[in-house]
């Protein structure tokens, strides 16, 4: 391995950890999804109108999530004052022991559990803002990467090979293989989670349940969250099933037990061996990037994971017999 390729091993473990004690993770994924998009609606080498399609489909889905989020600060108080009463009773019924005892205690259980994030309407206000701010500087990026991706050189740099040109060329591979590792997981994630959304919503139509479009896009932005997404998704489905009776909620149950068994078969045929993971390093990985990056860092942990499976399969021990390496 040359000098140049160990630096540029070093600097995207640095951008990582960077984004991460820096609460830069927002902006590096916001990059990562906005060029993702841009390369898909690219065609017949017209990027501008890319560029056009993209700011469209992402005003809409901008509109669609604040859509989402008004719907939630309605529904969810709603969904809690009929759903816990009766998970209650059974639970008393059964012996079982639950943290909270009524509706009241699990406010002020969920309110413990977050006043150390939120400690003031301006707090989050602040931090809506921040974050807000660093996504439109991610899909800026975006665009000016899609526009031209190459790294200036400098006007009187020589033909033959320097430290400058060895470096930025061995940068630029961490950061393709980077970038590919995130389109195939996010775009298999992607399309396991359109199929799981459209089943769920057939289900949500045929048992009429309540708050539909709020369950539908739930269903959508947790399927981005590999195995944890799921259990979030499934106890908002099973919470309001409960609602309207025991049998919807039994239905709701078997239904999801059903369709989370289905998508370990989408998973091994859409993403195959190409990303498979156990699922304790899976789980492993969510863990550590929620404690690093928030929910952004569980966003890009099957992608890191992804992204050192392919770059130690790149790399040759050093007893290794010497073979040809085109990096």
Known sequence: MTPASRFSYLFIVAVIVVAGATHLATPLLTVLFSYFALRKLYFR????????????ILLGTLYGFGYLIRQAFIAFPKIATESIPPMIAYAQSHGIELPFSDLESLKAATLDMIKDEFLFVGNFARAATRQFVFGLVGIVVAVSLFLNPRIQKLPSEPKDPNLFTAVTDEIKIRFRLFYES???VMG??????????LLTAIFVLAVSLKYRTLVVGLTFLCGLLPIVGNLISNSVIVGIAITISPRIAIAALIFLVVLHKLEYFLNS??????IKNPVWLTLLALIIGERFMGIPGMIL???VLHYIKVEASRLRPPDAAPANDHD
């Open 45 to 56: 080498k017209r990027k501008w109108l890319s560029i056009i399609l993209f700011l469209v």
């Open 182 to 184: 995130f389109e195939t």
């Open 188 to 197: 298999a994630q992607l399309l396991i989670s359109g199929i799981n959304t």
């Open 269 to 274: 045929k859409i993403i195959g061996d190409r």
């Open 301 to 303: 942990a099957p992608v």
